[in-house]
């Protein structure tokens, strides 16, 4: 009798506790794996940065040297500005400028007044003539002219990258 209740005993906690053991082991196994991935991920992501391994750290801007279209798209004696280039087409005749469009004060973005035929800083009030040249507010220099040469297609290629004198002009 005593050994029936021995084996009732022994048999239900040998099934308990085989269950329980093996589960513990495998959650603690999991568990272990888990952390170790976890703080060597966390550990590379601090030693090169968020996306930062895999992406070239260079800023993306546009070419300084593009095409402004052909001459007869500019109209004669006009001021086109061109916003997203930050440079003025200025057609006199069958001569060519481009103009930068920021301010030699702090870099504000000046403005072409058909009105008055000048261009105008509305941060300080710097006033520059339709050449470039400073004549008022506290601008201490003309606005920067660019190269501007035509293509093999005709067109009006201008280079921001390089300033020319104020006395340059293109003569197509
Ligand atoms: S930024 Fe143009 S006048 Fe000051």
Redesign the pocket.
């Known amino acids: 009798m005593g050994s029936k209740e021995e084996n009732k005993c022994c048999k239900s906690e040998k099934e308990g506790g085989i269950w329980f053991t093996l589960s513990r082991r495998n959650f603690l196994t999991l568990a272990g794996w888990g952390l170790f991935f976890a703080s060597v991920g966390a550990y590379l992501g601090e030693l090169f940065g968020y996306k930062g391994f895999f992406y070239p750290k260079v800023l993306f801007e546009p070419s300084p040297k593009f095409a402004a279209g052909e001459p007869k798209n500019f109209l004669p004696d006009s001021v086109t500005t061109l916003k997203s280039r930050k440079v003025f087409v200025v057609r006199d005749g069958d001569s060519f400028k481009a103009i930068s469009v920021v301010?030699?004060?702090?870099?504000?973005a000046?403005e072409f007044s058909k009105e008055k035929n000048i261009f105008e800083?509305?941060?300080?009030?710097?006033k520059y003539y339709r050449n470039g040249v400073n004549f008022a507010?506290?601008?201490p220099r003309p606005l920067d002219h660019f190269q501007m040469v035509i293509d093999d297609n005709g067109r009006l290629v201008i280079d921001t990258s390089i300033k020319v004198p104020l006395e340059t002009e293109l003569i197509v």
Do not use: I, R
């Not at 301010?103 to 504000?108: D, E, F, I, P, R």
């Not at 800083?121 to 710097?126: F, I």
């Open positions: 301010c030699q004060h702090l870099g504000c000046v800083c509305p941060c300080h009030g710097s507010g506290p601008a």
